[in-house]
């Protein structure tokens, strides 16, 4: 679970950004993750995101709160300060920081367990404040770190490692967020760079809260008996190797413009991706979501921007807060003095 | 017929003439506007001269409840609650048995006497005082709500008579209050003299028992704690607040809110498109989804850099120490103001405790401790929550201000507030871009000074001050670690800083006494039955020292104190000795010198609990 630290070598035919910044400069520790794992591929889309569009390391801040996906924000941006914080409370950190300081870029990365149980509330709250941050949520249905149980994304009836059926239906936090007012809604797929990358920037770029629902395989607990490349198949193989993971190839996919394409994952299962067409309109509501819902009943997962309202106040906003953060005001303009003090305690009288 | 002869004739335990000492009690129903009434009664005293204090007991609920209010009235200033009661307004047909039995021998009963009262309620040894208020107000007042409203100035107005309180200081508090309403303003006043009116025409006024002005309150207000806590909080410099409405806390952020809307509110030079002027809030508050949400927040917005806290109560605590302990081992400055009710669980939240004090000193699981204040009164609460930004920075850990509902959410006549301008916010060790260049590399938990005390660096400086913050293993230079030595490195630097910290807390409170030979040690809201308890008890013959704890870890001086003595009282406002519990575990005194005096029913502490805890272990 350590971090290893990248050697940096210099190598001078980087490309540069606007700031002078290479693709390196965003990069971060080497991941612990398990290898193929699908959060790597999205913490990769994150670097190449950040690095077009030339935002400066120290005006980021990252944030997560407990899971394999939350271990991620190690895995980019060095330059920039991060928050690895409490299961399910990243979404409460990056609202007071947000309040302090609007001047930085706020990321937030997430998983369903963190983003769909115990931080439940957070996320749903900080979608009603449309606080001004990009939120990932790495969707591999299940609880990584402690072994592989059901998350709340898991699909009904798909089987635990163990071999039991998920009885409880999902949330759809796409679904979700639309139903409370989200303002932006995406979905990808960690495989599908040529989309994810595209939906990030643009979920960067969006003033208020931007929700991406990415869905990452698990290399590891997204298994079951049918599959003949099962951790359970391998242990039976090995000796004394309890820890052991087999190393799986990243899952890439290019999911085309309004077609459906089958994606086979880790576990043998096939996850059936739409991607929006050109035509699709995401500004209004109502027909976004009877797509959804149209889509939903036939098993396939639309991804792409599905939802954006850019007219929407944020936080700051909606609270006439300064351009600047609340940090920069300097002392003196926030303490009234001893002339104030001495007046209006008058009324405490 | 009982009533004519409980009304024409002394009794044998009549009170002696005495002037500004005594103490009422108003039985009311909640909800029926009596509270501003026993205000203005409080605040008439007050402006009077005279040492007064209010205490407020009421239930948890809007309307239709019993509820009471306690004036004390005392020349020498101890205003801690009294058990004794020389008058009781009965106000409430649905108590009048218990609050009739509660008043002294020889006292005073004031009852609406629209309706007479059952046979069963009349006592030989006190007077009653017989004012028709219903009467008077349908006679008077045609509106509904209004025959009800003013039967409460009605009782002020019978009151301003018996007491001698100054009446054209009740009219002009009424004018101040309805300066905007000439209706209400006309009603209250009507109904203020028509109490006045009948008390004088049907009783000897005033009773023996009364007020003369004095001038004791030339430097004084009045006020309750959560408005000082809030006004700390201002001129502390405190930009984002989080919070969750929780009683008794409430009116912190309320206050907060209104003090932030008129003081850090800057116009702006353009007008918008309708051409309204356009303003900039130098704050934000944000009502958080629960407690958890906002100590998060709290977190977020001081990694930043800001200034920020929450306010909460026992609830709310034991929400946040998951957070807490996530500041505590990274490091992270918070203020936490807790106003402590009656706990466990929802308890009562409308009764004051010293409920929380073992919950906070050690909040959130594996090994944490925290900074701890404890006021005493508005005053201490104001310069505190000041204190508790400074000291929040300088060590980078949560601090945890202990109010309590009786300093909260009572009003106190308390010495008036002062500000020094030239004070500087103590920021504590924070790199700046400057400081940066001059070092190679920053290691965000390495370099410590004498306090045990690392530099921190802010988001959005520089990317050489970047570093990752985690609640999981770390080591000095702020990496992941499972390593035992350097887990240990960290925690056993931690538990340095928060010993350190002792020399910066507020300094105990020490009262000597000749010839004295026991020690009482205590906290909060206390202080001011124990001091009254002290004085007493000297006049009788036991003479005790007295020492109030206002900060934990706890100073040397409170070691030394200790030391002193074969036998110390340990008072305090909870069942299980929390206080007591703490100094032993804190300290190296010895349990069995430890005596405990625990008064922890939901009303405030009076003299005679700390007496009578006191003299009966003496007498063991």
């Known amino acids: 679970m350590a971090s290893i630290t990248k050697p940096m070598i210099p190598l001078l035919h980087f490309e540069k950004n606007e700031i002078g910044l290479t693709v390196r400069d965003y990069e971060g520790a080497m991941s612990t993750l398990c290898a193929g794992c699908g959060h790597d591929s999205i913490s990769s889309a994150i670097v190449q995101s950040l690095f077009e ?60 367990g963190d983003s769909l149980s115990i931080g439940l509330g957070h996320l749903a709250h900080a979608i009603r404040r449309n606080l001004d941050m990009l939120y990932v949520m790495e969707n591999n249905g299940v609880y990584g770190l402690t072994k592989g149980q059901f998350s709340a994304s898991a699909d009904i009836n798909s089987t635990s490692k163990r071999g039991e059926p998920n009885i409880i239906p999902p949330i759809d936090v796409v679904q979700m967020g639309l139903s409370i007012g989200a303002t932006f809604v995406a979905r990808a797929f960690s495989g599908d760079k040529e989309q994810l990358i ?104 639309v991804t792409g921007l599905l939802y954006v309202d850019a007219n929407v106040p944020d936080l700051h906003e909606l609270n006439h807060t300064p351009d600047s953060s609340l940090v920069s005001i300097p002392y003196d303009r926030l303490c009234p003095g001893s002339e104030i003090l001495a007046d209006l305690q008058k009324s405490f009288r | ?245 929780i009683t008794p806390s409430t009116s912190v952020m309320d206050n907060f809110t209104s003090l932030c809307r008129r003081y850090r509110r800057e116009a702006l030079p353009e007008p918008d498109l309708n051409g309204a002027v356009q303003y900039q809030n130098n704050y934000l508050i944000l009502q958080a989804e629960d407690e958890l949400a906002a100590i998060g927040m709290v977190l977020g917005a001081n990694w930043m850099g800001a200034r920020a806290f929450t306010s909460t109560s026992g609830p709310g605590i034991s929400l946040m120490g998951e957070l807490l302990g996530l500041a505590y081992y990274t490091e992270i400055p918070a203020v936490i103001i807790d106003v402590q009710r009656t706990g466990p669980s929802t308890g009562m939240p409308t009764r004051t405790q010293q409920g929380d004090i073992l919950a906070c000193a050690y909040a959130s699981h594996g090994d944490t401790k925290h900074l701890l204040l404890f006021p005493a009164n508005p005053n201490e609460c104001f310069d505190f929550a000041v204190r508790a930004f400074d000291l929040a920075e300088r060590f980078q850990t949560p601090v945890i201000m202990l109010s309590e509902l009786d300093i909260g959410m009572n009003d106190w006549v308390v010495p008036t507030l002062a500000w020094d301008d030239a004070f500087v916010p103590d920021r504590g060790r924070v790199l700046d871009a400057t400081d940066l260049k001059e070092i190679s590399h920053f290691f965000r938990y390495a370099d410590e000074d004498a306090d045990f005390v690392t530099p921190r660096t802010l988001p959005g400086v520089d990317p050489k001050g970047a570093y990752f913050i985690r609640g999981s293993g770390h080591n000095k230079f702020g990496d992941y670690t499972e390593i035992p030595d350097q887990y240990q490195e960290v925690v056993d630097r931690l538990a340095k800083k928060h010993a350190a910290a002792k020399d910066h807390l507020p300094e105990p409170i020490v009262e000597r006494r000749v010839g004295s030979r026991i020690g009482v040690v205590s906290v909060g809201s206390c202080d001011i039955a124990i001091r009254e308890a002290l004085e007493l008890l000297d006049e009788s013959g036991i003479a005790a020292d007295f020492l109030r704890i206002r900060g934990f870890p706890f100073s040397t001086v409170v070691d030394e104190f200790l030391d002193e ?22 300290t190296s005194v010895a349990k069995e010198k430890l005596r405990s005096v625990l008064v922890y029913g939901g009303f405030p502490l009076s003299a005679k609990h700390v007496i009578d805890g006191i003299t009966s272990q003496l007498e063991d």
Request: net charge negative; glycine share 6%; proline share 4%.
């Open chain 1, 53 to 112: 569009l030339a935002i400066a390391p120290e005006m980021i801040a990252k944030l997560s709160g407990i899971g394999c996906s939350s271990k991620t924000p190690t895995y980019f941006v060095r330059g920039a300060h991060g928050f690895n914080s409490a299961h399910g409370r990243m979404a409460t950190i990056a609202t007071g920081a947000n309040a302090a300081n609007r001047t930085l870029k706020f990321i937030g990365i997430s998983g369903d």
């Open chain 2, 1 to 245: 017929m009982a009533l004519d002869i409980a009304r024409s004739e002394r009794t044998e335990n009549d009170l002696p003439s005495r002037v500004n000492d005594f103490a009422i009690k108003l039985g009311n129903v909640n909800g029926t506007g009596s509270a501003s009434a026993n205000t203005l009664l409080m605040r008439a005293i007050f402006r009077m001269g005279i040492p007064v204090s209010g205490k407020n007991l009421f239930p948890s609920n809007i309307q239709g409840l019993p509820t009471w209010y306690e004036i004390r009235v005392n020349k020498s200033g101890y205003t801690a609650r009294a058990l004794d009661y020389d008058l009781m307004v009965a106000m409430n047909a649905k108590t009048y048995a218990e609050d009739i039995h509660e008043v002294r021998s020889g006292g005073y009963v004031l009852h609406d006497s629209t309706w007479p009262l059952e046979p069963e309620l009349i006592r030989a040894d006190v007077h009653y005082l017989e004012v028709p208020l219903t009467t008077l107000c349908i006679d008077n007042f045609s509106a509904a709500r209004e025959r009800v409203l003013m039967k409460n100035v009605c009782y002020a107005g019978a009151l301003v008579a018996f007491l001698a309180i100054d009446l054209e200081i009740v009219s002009a508090l009424l004018d101040e209050t309805f300066q905007r309403n000439a209706r209400l303003r006309e009603s209250n006043q009507l109904a203020l003299r028509l109490g006045y009116e009948y008390a004088r025409e049907h009783y000897e006024c005033p009773l023996p028992f009364h007020l003369e002005a004095m001038d004791s309150n030339n430097d004084k207000i009045l006020v309750d704690g959560n408005t000082a806590t809030a006004l700390g909080c201002l001129y502390a410099g405190a930009t984002v607040a989080a919070w969750y409405p």
């Open chain 1, 198 to 301: 595209p939906i990030l920037k643009a979920g960067l770029s969006h003033r208020g809260f931007a929700l991406i629902d990415v869905i990452s395989p698990c290399v590891q607990f997204n298994d079951h008996e049918g599959s003949t490349k099962s951790y359970q198949f391998t242990r039976e193989h090995e000796t004394q190797a309890t820890d052991y993971v087999a190393p799986r190839e990243e899952i890439l996919a290019t999911i085309p413009q309004d077609d459906a394409i089958n994606v086979t994952m880790h576990s043998g299962s096939v996850m059936r991706f739409r991607s929006v067409s050109d035509d699709y309109d995401p500004t209004d509501r109502n027909s976004v979501m009877a797509y959804l819902e149209a889509h939903h009943r036939t098993n396939e997962i």
């Open chain 2, 565 to 586: 003595y074969e036998l110390c009282f340990v008072i305090e406002q909870n069942r299980d000795a929390q206080l007591r519990s703490l100094l032993t575990i804190e």
